[in-house]
T-cell receptor, first 115, second 114 residues
Framework: DTGVSQDPRHKITKRGQNVTFRCDPI?????LYWYRQTLGQGPEFLTYFQNEAQLEKSRLLSDRFSAERPKGSFSTLEIQRTEQGDSAMYLCASILGPLSDYGYTFGSGTRLTVV | GQNIDQPTEMTATEGAIVQINCTYQ??????LFWYQQHAGEAPTFLSY????GLEEKGRFSSFLSRSKGYSYLLLKELQMKDSASYLC???????????????FGKGTKLSVIP
């Protein structure tokens, strides 16, 4: 595996339903990030894991959002009781160790549409 | 807080040179990234500057002035495939336990025309 994988690529859900997204980072990368991007905006930080520990959460991450990385490998992002404002591209990114010249590797994202 | 400004849109001609500017104000600084993002795709890494000066990578160069809170991305010999959004992003913190989260600008949509 040479990249960050995200599943599904697209998700359409009705308002009020729960959704879960999965991210598989590059295997040796210990830092994993979730970002959200709406149309015409840059990505916004949601949360960060180092190995299995969730070390930082943005104020954007309301109580309806929860993220896990149970074994320090893949991660899931769950949104409960979805709202139309949750419609966005959800991006996962990973990086190995401290900041490097190679930046973050982003996955292709999950595009969520709440109808 | 953090504030990052970049032009919303730019248009340039195939084969020409274009400079995309970015200004930032952050509570701390640990480097500036440029990313390219084609419509509907994930951002891809272009460059990283942490010291003042110019970094060159093929047709792309990136410049940083920390004292001015200013960076630019220079694209030479423009090709049609360079039509994309270009995102400026700053890492505002540095510490042993720092998250190195990125704060992105809104992006500059570059259109390359024949």
């Amino acid at each position: 595996d040479t990249g960050v994988s995200q599943d599904p690529r697209h998700k359409i859900t009705k308002r009020g339903q729960n959704v879960t997204f999965r991210c598989d980072p590059i295997s040796e990368h210990n830092r994993l990030y979730w970002y959200r991007q709406t149309l015409g905006q840059g990505p916004e930080f949601l949360t960060y894991f180092q190995n299995e520990a969730q070390l930082e959460k943005s104020r954007l991450l309301s109580d309806r959002f929860s993220a896990e990385r149970p074994k320090g490998s893949f991660s899931t992002l769950e949104i409960q009781r979805t709202e139309q404002g949750d419609s966005a591209m959800y991006l996962c990114a990973s990086i190995l160790g401290p900041l490097s010249d190679y930046g973050y590797t982003f996955g292709s994202g999950t595009r969520l549409t709440v109808v | 807080g953090q504030n990052i400004d970049q032009p919303t849109e730019m248009t340039a001609t195939e084969g020409a040179i274009v400079q995309i500017n970015c200004t930032y104000q952050t509570s701390g600084f640990n480097g500036l990234f440029w990313y390219q993002q084609h419509a509907g795709e994930a951002p891809t890494f272009l460059s990283y500057n942490v010291l003042d000066g110019l970094e060159e990578k093929g047709r792309f160069s990136s410049f940083l002035s920390r004292s001015k809170g200013y960076s630019y991305l220079l694209l030479k010999e423009l090709q049609m495939k360079d039509s994309a959004s270009y995102l400026c992003a700053v890492t505002p913190r540095s510490s042993g336990a720092g998250s190195y989260q990125l704060t992105f600008g809104k992006g500059t949509k570059l259109s390359v025309i024949p």
